[in-house]
């Protein structure tokens, strides 16, 4: 069993397993980090279902997440892809260290999943948040397009990318943005990207946070306050009902509505709404 090192967003987590487990891990090379104290280790190994209770379950695009414990209190995840359980992951209390048992079948997904998870969790009180967005970088600084599955956000990043000069794809389904001790927040790509394959270890101060929908014009308003804090609750994974999750993840949405401007952009998927974007949210 081999054990290697990766670094995402100034975090350091290790993945321990067989040789056939890293050759399925190509888009954590870019991330690739020598060893060093890290924030949570996954062990990959094959096994049986394990047996737990569940408390909840998720479902998006054919992929269900269900979420319980062990009877010994351990958080587990069972992961299923279109009816077939890929895996089950097994994590501690502080979710600083994981087992991933897979079944033999979609094992990418499992471990795609497990270590989204993990580091979801592990970083949650530190500063950091795990977004389901589209990022963009234009002129130094990262934008995200926030919204429900199907509103239009790798749409909207792909039409800054074709219209407006300068623009490059930092992430097109999961950036982490981290909080300074400064109260700066910073944009990162991550081995995560979903259907495009966007594996970027490069990081941006965020200049702007959009939340999109859709509608028959264009139309832009800048949120704040409570307003500017909500738009963000929705793109943000984590066990909220976990009290150290849950008092993490509100300090860095409350950063972040404080110190980060925040739009909500009514719009076509045309030319147009990503003009009267790029004009209103990078002044």
């Not at 954590?28 to 990959?44: D, I, N, Q, R």
């Not at 998870?117 to 234009?138: E, N, P, Q, R, Y």
């Not at 990262?142 to 794809?169: D, E, P």
């Not at 719009?267 to 209103?280: I, V």
Request: charged share 20%.
């Amino acid at each position: 069993m081999d054990t290697r090192y990766y670094k995402v967003a100034g975090h350091q987590f290790s993945v321990s397993g067989e040789e056939e487990v890293f050759l399925l891990m190509s888009n954590y090379e870019p991330f690739a980090s020598g060893e060093a104290a890290v924030a949570f280790s996954l062990t990959t190994c094959k096994g049986s279902p394990v047996g737990y209770e569940e408390e909840m379950r998720q479902e998006d695009e054919g992929q269900e997440i269900v979420c319980g414990h062990t009877a010994a209190l351990e958080p587990t995840f069972e992961f299923n892809w279109w009816g077939v359980t890929a895996g089950w992951l097994v994590c501690s209390a502080d979710y600083s260290q994981g087992r991933l048992i897979t079944s033999g079948k979609q094992t990418k997904m499992a471990i795609d999943n497990a270590l989204m998870i993990m580091f979801a969790l592990a970083t949650a009180d530190k500063g950091t948040a795990l977004f389901h967005a589209a990022a963009v970088s234009c002129e130094g600084k990262g934008y995200m397009f926030l919204g429900s599955s199907g509103t239009g956000k790798s749409t909207h990043a792909s039409l800054w990318q074709r219209y407006i000069a300068g623009t490059h794809l930092v992430n097109d389904d999961n950036p982490v943005v981290h909080i300074g001790e400064d109260g700066s927040a910073t944009v990162y790509g991550s081995p995560w990207s979903g259907k495009t394959r966007c594996y970027r270890n490069v990081s941006y101060p965020l200049g702007g946070i959009v939340l999109l929908s859709q509608a028959p014009y264009n139309k832009i308003q800048r949120l704040s306050g409570v307003y500017a804090y909500a738009a963000l609750i929705e793109s943000i994974s984590g066990k909220r009902w976990d009290k150290r999750i849950g008092e993490g993840l509100h300090q860095t949405e409350n950063a972040l509505a404080s110190n980060v401007p925040v739009w909500r952009l009514e719009c076509l998927p045309d030319e147009e709404a990503a003009r009267l974007c790029n004009e209103n949210i990078t002044q």
